[in-house]
Each structure stands twice: as C-alpha cells, then as structure tokens.
C-alpha cells in the first residue's frame, strides 16, 4: 500500500509536468492528453511490481511521445484515405528529442501550460475546469463535485475546451498579463482542494497545495509588483501553514481553535504576514490581499481564545462588498457569531439558506445551534452535514460531534 501511495503521489506531481513538454515539443493538446493519461496508466500497472524508474519524469515521457505518435500517424493516415491527400506535414514535426535532450525550456512547461488552459477563446468556467484537469492533476469527477454539476457535464466542458486550444502555439502568450484573473482564481481552486479535499480518505491533499504555492510563487516572480498576486501567495502560505495541526495521528480532522499552535510553520507565517503586509501599503486592496489579511489575523493569534474577531469580521465587511458570494458570506457570518453571538450567526446563516447548500453551511449551522445551547437541533444538523460530504475524515468528525451530543443528551434525561 506504501509503494502503491509512492507511485500515486509521483504520477500526480509529473503528470502536469509531462503533459507540458509533449505539448511544447508536438502542440495538439488533446492528443497528447490523452496519450500522457495512457502513460500514467502504464506506470500505475508496472511501477508498483516492477519498480520506479530511476527517471519517472523520462520514463513517462518516452512512454507517452510513442503514444502520441502511433495517434498522429494513425490520424494522418485516415486523413489521407479520406481526403487522398499528401500527408499533413513531415514526419520529424511528429518526433520528440529523448527524454533530457535538446533545448532546455527558458520556463517551467507547468506554467506554460498553465496560460494555455486560460486561454481568453474559453469561457472562466471551462479555463478553470481545464487547469484543474491538466494541472491540479484533479479527476473528472472530483472537478465536477467542486462545481455542483454532472460528472458527463463536466467531460463535455473538458472536451470542448481541449479542441478550443487544439493548434495554439505552446509558450507564454504575448498578453498573458490579461490572463491573469483566471489564473489566480484557478489556482485559488486548485489550492482549496489541496488544502481540504472534496473527498476521499484524506483530509488533505498536500501534493495540490504546494503545486498551487509553487505556480502561485512562480507567477510573483513574472509580476512582482502585483499586490493581488502578492495577496494569493501569501493567503496560500499562511493557510498551509496550518497543515500539520490540522490532523490527529489517525488522520482525524483537527478544528483550527482545537489545534496545537507549536505545530503550525512560523517561517511560512512569517514570509505570508510581510508579502500581504507590503502588498495592502501598494493599492486600494482586493480579494485576495484581504483574505490573506484575515489569515494573517488567524496565523499570528497566540491562543485561539487570543483571536482579533472584531478586525476580522471588519475584514469581511469590506470583503462581502467586494464579493459577495456564498462562501464569503459563510465565513462572515461566523465571524458575526463570534463577535456578536451565535443567534446572531445564525440569523446571518437562514439568509443564505436558497443561495448556499451543501455540508459546510450545515456544519456550521450545526456548530452555531450548539454554542446556543440547541443540542438535540445541533446534534441532528451535524448527521446532516455528515451525509452530505464525500470526505471521510469529515464524515468521521461530524458523526463525532453528533454522537457526543446525543451522550449529553441521554445523561440530561437520566438525571434526577
């Protein structure tokens, strides 16, 4: 199972990374998608029995260049028995260098790749749906929960916006800079899904996050006076700065106001406070500046009982005007209830009740009902939010909390 999860977490982090290079070297996105997925699935047979290759990066290139040229020669020659016509282009336009050999990439193909799949020909939701798919390395199906649409919705969207990019030409575009919204929001997705997984038997998937801190970090580095990409790497530092305290030693989830503070990372608090600090002295701030702002508030709280809720919930003021979307409002109104009362979390809670379903405002809810003293009300929303989530580490702390409740709830009708 250990050789298994190895093998497991190296495919996920070179798959974005090989995806790049056949694409530079052949263009045809689709086509070689397709033809790395057929190289992951090789490696996913052989590796585990057979052993990592001392070069899995090569090896999954190699693996999927023969791949993608059987599909190309096999392409050409249908086009010629249908169109009798000469074939498409010379055979060596099809051919990659070995693997480590030629010119070496003046940038990281995984950026490359990323600009592409934010190409301004596709919709916000398909450029997002892409990049997760190409680079978070995110399934079909994980992308569709994220969204709240059918898995066969999401394919088709998926499909169309790889034939969208079939043919344009590999490399940083000449106005990437207008790219830039949806990289950052993409890359926003990519780490919230790293940071708290939409499912399976991890709280965390951490290969997603640093992939997203990298990208995020690398895109600093082209646009180093940008205050809201200043803003998104350091909210993405100061959030993972948390990672180790936010699971048990069985892997159960960890509240943020239960977690041990000595294990949070201080060096990344430090670099995320001083990015967002010098970000917010440059411009009017945005977002992402003044969700890191309240991260910071978060990260340099000594106890949780130490917390600055009123800045915090000043912060969500001006940010809730900004973007006022669900998960925004969600995180205020806690913020509300943690300054002003839970009744008055929950009043802000039933407002977003036709906007926002799902297990987190129920899990809230739930908590809320709790501290106001609504334990068997309490006790039944945290069942409900545990039905409704596909996390198994969520499932299990829901179910938790409930259970305890339901404990308190029969010592109560046993007393005198």
């Given at each position: 199972m250990r050789r298994t999860t190895h093998v497991e977490d190296l495919l996920r982090r070179h798959a974005p990374q090989v995806l790049?290079?056949?694409?530079?070297?052949?263009?045809?996105?689709?086509?070689?998608?397709?033809?790395?997925?057929?190289?992951?699935?090789?490696?996913?047979?052989?590796?585990?029995?057979?052993?990592?290759?001392?070069?899995?990066?090569?090896?999954?290139?190699?693996?999927?260049?023969?791949?993608?040229?059987?599909?190309l020669r096999n392409e050409q020659a249908?086009?010629?028995?249908?169109?009798?016509?000469?074939?498409?282009?010379?055979?060596?336009?099809?051919?990659?260098?070995?693997?480590?050999?030629?010119r070496v990439p003046c940038e990281d193909d995984t950026l490359s790749l990323l600009f592409l799949c934010c190409h301004p020909d596709l919709t916000p939701p398909a450029q997002i749906a892409l990049t997760l798919r190409a680079v978070g390395g995110l399934t079909t199906a994980e992308i569709a929960r994220a969204h709240l649409v059918p898995e066969a919705t999401m394919a088709q969207r998926i499909s169309r916006a790889k034939q969208k990019v079939r043919g344009v030409r590999f490399g940083r575009p000449d106005h990437w800079e207008q790219r830039l919204p949806a990289v950052l929001h993409t890359l926003y997705l990519i780490f919230n899904e790293g940071h708290t997984a939409t499912s399976g038997a991890h709280l965390q998937r951490r290969d997603l996050a640093r992939e997203a801190i990298r990208l995020t970090g690398?895109?600093?580095?082209?646009?180093?006076?940008?205050?809201?990409?200043?803003?998104?790497l350091a909210l993405m530092l100061l959030t993972d700065a948390r990672r180790d305290a936010r699971t048990g030693p069985h892997g159960e989830l960890v509240p943020l106001d239960e977690q041990d503070r000595d294990r949070w990372d201080r060096e990344a608090i430090e670099e995320g406070a001083?990015?967002?600090?010098?970000?917010?002295?440059?411009?009017?701030?945005?977002?992402?500046?003044?969700?890191?702002?309240?991260?910071?508030?978060?990260?340099?709280?000594?106890?949780a009982a130490a917390t600055d809720w009123p800045e915090i919930l000043g912060l969500y003021d001006v940010l809730v005007r900004m973007v006022p979307g669900p998960v925004?409002?969600?995180?205020?109104?806690?913020?509300?209830a943690m300054v002003h009362g839970p009744r008055a979390g929950l009043a802000e809670l039933a407002a977003l009740a036709d906007v926002y379903t799902g297990h987190r405002p129920t899990a809230v809810r739930a908590h809320l009902l709790e501290r106001a003293g609504e334990l068997e009300a309490a006790r039944t929303a945290y069942e409900s939010a545990a039905s409704q989530t596909l996390s198994r580490p969520e499932q299990r702390y829901l179910h938790a909390r409930a259970a305890r409740l339901g404990r308190a709830g029969s010592g109560r009708r046993r007393g005198p």
């Open positions: 790049g290079a056949l694409v530079r070297r052949y263009g045809h996105f689709d086509a070689a998608e397709d033809a790395v997925q057929e190289a992951l699935l090789a490696a996913a047979g052989q590796w585990p029995s057979a052993g990592v290759p001392d070069n899995p990066r090569g090896w999954l290139i190699k693996v999927a260049s023969r791949r993608l040229t059987d599909a249908r086009r010629r028995r249908e169109e009798r016509a000469a074939a498409l282009g010379p055979r060596d336009a099809f051919t990659a260098p070995p693997p480590g050999a030629g690398q895109v600093h580095r082209l646009l180093p006076d940008d205050a809201e990409v200043a803003g998104l001083a990015l967002v600090t010098r970000a917010l002295s440059k411009a009017r701030p945005g977002p992402y500046q003044l969700r890191a702002a309240i991260a910071a508030v978060h990260a340099e709280a000594p106890t925004e409002r969600l995180n205020r109104a806690v913020a509300v």
